[in-house]
């Protein structure tokens, strides 16, 4: 007797109440002007959001039609229903354990009020999706995957989304449950760099893993060519490969051709790749053979490989291997990467980790002072860097904010700038920093080979360290450019550096 007046006359907990059609503000005016006479009701809620009306422009709607939220104890909204509103009730949970007696459907405090806190602050924004959210993991144009983000702070903390483009503008999709059922909804909200978001990798389709599909196939076979001692005759050796496959998409026939030829070591290569790695060259070898000439513009010269890729060209030994050029020696080390990856299809995140390996190149600084240069192939994106010029260079780097017009009315706001300062605080530090022992390069000489690289120069007895220490710097980089949703521009430059798997 004691638990259940406790439950009826001193609990107050939120309690769903169902409506009649197109009644929840009706209900809720009730209850809220009869708050005085019925004992134990505290608060009514109603929530609304913004709906397309058509010629109207955007409307209010309520957002869980034929239901209102009471926080009342169980009598009161019992005691409410049987004498103001007799043809409503009280929602009860369908989820009970089998043998377990009917209870009232109620939702928890910290929910109700982390859900209020969201709805009044993106009321006027939230729109809700006629389509499922599935239908917001492709751009319909490109048929590319649209990004996943997850929200870090906020209403919305840990809500993850697609990125997806509505007309000109760009808002965060996702999926809202429903307090009284398994239900969901999509919903969008425009202006989504308002924000704090970070950028999930796609594990079913990243546009970055697609993006480098056929570098990974040419950086795969150059890296073998390498390997087996081609020098100065891998990039020819490379186009004959290539050009063969064309004529002949077999790499089995590939391997005895070799062999006969008194190439057993690259034969041996070949022999050994894996099922995936052998599809992603016939993948290029189709993609040659409907763009003649692709991997001959691409690749007019055969210098230090991008800085990170899947497959090591090389022996290691306990994680690092050097190759000799004409001009300088790679070191190849072995680099574990973790990411925040993302399942669309199973709607699950977890943590990935991958293994690549970091190519760095070092050749004597000229002059024979005894110090050498460590560097690594940043070419395509530091020479995109260095072609913006002038206040729009300093703005990239440098800029944090810029005012803009808030909703069409006199009212300004602050905007954070899509800058390296803002977004990529490593390279940041690189560019803009004069004390930073990297440095970007334009145009070092790599053997025969001009690049824009990432530099540091040690003694014989420092080349370890720094190597160390470019590296590392260097995947920082990588990690901040690739998991921001900002920067989508030097996101793609940075496919280049980041041969991603």
């Not at 072609?387 to 954070?416: F, I, M, P, Y």
Request: hydrophobic content about 40%.
């Amino acid at each position: 007797m004691a638990n259940r007046d406790k439950l009826n006359n001193v609990d107050y907990r939120w309690y769903v109440m169902r409506t009649q059609p197109r009644q929840e503000r009706k209900l809720a005016d009730m209850l809220s002007a009869r708050m005085s006479d019925v004992k134990n009701i505290l608060e009514v809620y109603c929530p609304q959001h913004s709906s397309a009306g058509g010629s109207r422009g955007d409307v209010a709607a309520v957002l869980f039609p034929g239901f209102v939220f009471v926080l009342a104890t169980q009598q009161a909204v019992v005691d409410f229903i049987g004498k103001y509103y007799p043809e409503g009730a009280v929602v009860y949970d369908r989820k009970r354990q089998d043998g377990a007696k009917a209870a009232f459907l109620t939702v928890p405090e910290g929910q109700m009020r982390l859900f209020k806190d969201f709805n009044e602050n993106y009321a006027d924004r939230v729109i809700i999706l006629e389509r499922p959210y599935s239908d917001y993991a492709f751009n319909p144009k490109t048929n590319e995957p649209n990004e996943i983000v997850k929200v870090v702070d906020g209403p919305l903390k840990g809500c993850e989304g697609y990125l997806t483009r509505f007309n000109r503008e760009r808002r965060l999709v996702f999926n809202v449950k429903s307090f009284y059922s398994d239900r969901c909804m999509a919903v969008s909200i425009p202006d989504v760099w308002s924000l704090h978001v970070v950028r999930l990798h796609n594990a079913e389709g990243d546009r970055q893993t697609l993006g480098t599909v056929k570098e990974r196939a040419v950086d795969l076979l150059a890296g073998m060519l390498q390997g087996c001692g081609y020098g100065s005759k891998a990039l020819p050796m490379l186009y004959s490969i290539v050009d063969g496959l064309v004529a002949k998409p077999s790499l089995v026939g590939l391997r005895k051709s070799l062999a006969g030829k008194g190439h057993a070591a690259l034969a041996g290569r070949l022999a050994a790749l894996s099922t995936a790695d052998a599809e992603l060259i016939l993948n290029l070898v189709r993609y040659e053979g409907d763009n003649p000439g692709y991997v001959r513009a691409g690749w007019p010269a055969l210098s230090l490989r991008p800085f990170l890729t899947p497959t090591a060209g090389i022996a290691l030994c306990g994680g690092e291997g050097r190759l000799v050029h004409w001009a300088f020696t790679e070191y190849v080390r072995r680099v574990g990467i973790s990411e925040l990856a993302y399942y669309p299809s199973k709607g699950r995140e977890e943590t990935l980790t991958s293994v690549y390996y970091a190519h760095v190149g070092v050749a004597p600084v000229c002059g024979g002072s005894g110090r050498f240069t460590v560097f690594a192939n940043w070419d395509s994106f530091l020479g995109e860097y260095f072609h913006t010029a002038g206040r729009a260079n300093e703005r990239l780097v440098g800029g944090t904010v810029r005012a803009e017009a808030c909703d069409g009315q006199e009212r300004r706001r602050e905007k954070l700038i899509e800058s390296f300062r803002n977004f990529a605080p490593t390279l940041y530090r690189v560019l803009a920093d004069e004390s930073s022992p990297i440095k970007a390069v334009e145009g070092f000489g790599a053997g025969g080979a001009r690049l824009n690289v990432m530099a540091v120069t040690a003694d014989v007895n420092g080349i370890d360290s720094a190597a160390d220490m470019l590296i590392t710097t260097c995947v920082d980089i990588c990690r901040e450019i690739n998991s921001t949703a900002r920067l989508p521009i030097w996101r793609r430059y940075l496919r280049s550096v980041w041969l991603h798997e």
